[in-house]
């Protein structure tokens, strides 16, 4: 069984950081692309960047370019997303979720498992 548990949220001023991690068990971690997604009060959930299983090649949502970098270690099963200078629009629930594939993708559908989530709130 394949299990993503997400940590590293909480409560941060605007133009703060943090850094979440992903710990990935149950499947081979390295086969994977993965990727980290967020969903805020009233809206759908979006894609927020992604990894290749390599980790040689990432993809990031246009609104965290720059700010957020998304990063793996397969020797711990583990994916990362740091993110600088954040705002208050950043507040939301952040999930990591893998998909077998080799390139990054950010369709959500296309990723088969999910983490729990945690929270991440950002006060101006």
């Known amino acids: 069984q394949v299990q993503l548990v997400e940590s590293g949220g909480g409560l941060m001023q605007a133009g703060g950081s943090l850094r979440l991690s992903c710990v990935a068990s149950?499947?081979?971690?390295?086969?994977?692309?993965m990727g980290w997604f967020r969903q805020a009060p009233g809206k759908e959930r979006e894609f927020v960047a992604a990894?290749?299983?390599?980790?040689?090649?990432?993809s990031y949502a246009d609104s965290v370019k720059g700010r957020f970098t998304i990063s793996r270690d397969n020797a711990k099963n583990t994916v990362y997303l740091q993110m600088n200078s954040l705002k208050p629009e950043d507040t939301a629930v952040y999930y990591c979720?893998?998909?077998?594939?080799?390139?990054?993708?950010?369709?959500?559908?296309?990723?088969?498992?999910w983490g729990q989530g945690t929270q991440v709130t950002v006060s101006s």
């Open positions: 990894i290749s299983r390599s980790g040689s090649s990432t």
């Open positions: 979720a893998g998909d077998p594939s080799y390139y990054p993708v950010q369709a959500g559908r296309r990723y088969d498992y």
């Open positions: 149950g499947r081979t971690f390295s086969r994977d692309a």
